[in-house]
Structure formats: structure tokens, C-alpha cells
């Protein structure tokens, strides 16, 4: 790392990051002494205005300490305050998701997209293929943790299930409702990643200076495991986690309640 590399976003956010994943990964060990200045300075090649911002910015989110007459040590990295269940329970024709305890912070987004190349394979669909789209701004009521959720439903699968086609900010437990009275049985496939946001989505979520988001996809599957809906979930790496419940003889994430 050097003061004169041409990077996106400040020096000392990079920095950081940098030091930040030094600690998850335990190469910085909780209780430790934080490396000094001066040590700090010559390990990222960095000027020592850019390691005092750094490391200001890692005490503010708690990542460091200061105790009084012995200097700063590394704390362990915090959990999560909030742990997402990615479950989907069916009782009789009703769904129940987690999601269904967050709040809306302003009413749904309902327009006309294109698929890219991150949306597009998940659905089987090529890129800039037309597609109905809703958009959510979510708050979780107990922690205060904002989410970005998308709903992305291919003109098929609107053309054979008419709610869809009629009101495509239909929640989607509904959903999942209406593509089982059409005929489908329901699987999951999810994926997850961590990623640094762009810029309306910091805006959206109200991120500090960098902070990740994590991004998960879901593709909802018909019989034959027809990809049929595509739902974008994002939020606050700092704040939130995925929980997955994995059984030994279904890969699917829909758990039946008796009636």
C-alpha cells in the first residue's frame, strides 16, 4: 500500500479494511498490543496521518481498545448483533419467512428491468433479458438493522401465475403461495457473498466508512427445478448473518408443518 496508489475510496479506509481483516483472520490476535505507529507506518508503506485515521476509525467501531497507561490492544472481533434464519416453513397454504418481522420503511418499488450478468444464470435467463421488479427498504424492528431486498420475477413465470402479473409487490410468502396453487412444488438454492457497497446502497442502508454488505440471491425452483423467482437480499456485514438449517436428506430449505 502506498499514499500515492490511485485506489477508490480514502487511504486510510483501505487501511482500515486491511487491518480489520487482519483481525478476523486472527493474524492481529485479540489482547494483543495494536503494532505501534511507527511499525504500523513502515508494514503498509503508509504515512502516519493515514495510520492515525485508521486507526481512530477501528476504535470508533470497537475493533480496538485503549487501556490507560498501557496503549492500544486489539479486541476480538464482536458477533453479530442480529442473526438472519434463511428458512422457509409451510403450514397448510400458508408461508412463513424470518423476513416476515421486518419493516417497510417506505412503500414497495415496482418497475421493468433488465437481467445482468449476476441476475441473469441464476434464472436461466441470458443478460438483458426484460422482467417485472419490486423494491424493498426493510428496518429490523429489535436492532435497527436496515436491508435492500429485491424481487425479480421473469414475464414466464408472471404469464402463468396472474397474480404476479397483476401485482408483482406481492410479499413473497404470497408468492410462494400462489406458484404452489399453480402446481409447483418449491425448492430454494441460495448463495452469499461479501462485497464493499456502491454508493446507493451505503446511502440506503446508512453504512459507516467501510463497512461490507453481504448479498445473498435466492432462486425459488418449480418442478424440475425450473427457476422461476430470483430474490436479492442486502445488508450491514458488520451488523447481520446468515443461519442456514442443513438436513442429510433434503437440500431444500422448505420445512413442512403438519396441519
Not at 435492500?148 to 404470497?174: G, M, S, V, W
Amino acid at each position: 500500500m502506498d499514499d500515492s496508489m490511485q485506489r477508490p475510496g480514502a487511504l486510510y479506509q483501505q487501511l482500515a479494511a486491511e487491518m480489520r481483516s487482519s483481525i478476523a483472520s486472527g493474524e492481529l490476535k485479540p489482547g494483543t498490543p495494536l503494532p505501534s505507529e511507527a511499525q504500523l507506518t513502515d508494514r503498509y508503506r503508509v504515512s502516519r496521518p493515514t495510520v492515525r485515521k485508521a486507526v481512530s476509525l477501528l476504535k470508533a467501531e470497537g475493533l480496538i481498545e485503549v487501556i490507560h497507561g498501557k496503549g492500544s490492544y486489539v479486541k476480538a472481533v464482536p458477533a453479530p448483533p442480529l442473526t438472519i434464519e434463511r428458512t422457509v416453513t409451510r403450514k397448510g397454504k400458508t408461508f412463513t419467512t424470518p423476513q416476515g418481522i421486518w419493516e417497510e420503511t417506505t412503500p414497495p418499488t415496482v418497475y421493468r428491468t433488465r437481467t445482468t450478468t449476476v441476475t441473469g444464470p441464476p434464472l436461466g435467463l441470458p443478460e438483458d433479458e426484460e422482467l417485472f421488479a419490486c423494491d424493498r427498504v426493510l428496518r429490523h424492528p429489535k436492532t435497527g438493522t436496515r436491508a435492500l431486498h429485491r424481487t425479480l420475477i421473469p414475464f414466464a413465470t408472471a404469464d402463468n401465475t396472474p397474480l404476479l402479473a397483476e401485482a408483482p409487490d406481492t410479499p413473497p410468502q404470497k408468492i410462494y403461495a400462489a406458484l404452489t396453487d399453480a402446481g409447483h412444488n418449491l425448492t430454494w438454492t441460495e448463495t452469499v457473498r461479501a462485497r464493499m457497497p456502491l454508493a446507493d446502497e451505503r446511502s440506503a442502508l446508512e453504512l459507516p466508512d467501510a463497512t461490507p454488505v453481504v448479498h445473498l440471491l435466492a432462486v425459488t425452483h418449480g418442478t424440475d427445478l425450473e427457476p422461476l423467482l430470483l430474490e436479492e437480499l442486502r445488508t450491514n456485514g458488520h451488523q447481520a448473518q446468515f443461519a442456514f438449517r442443513v438436513t442429510a436428506d433434503s437440500p431444500r430449505t422448505l420445512h413442512s408443518v403438519p396441519d
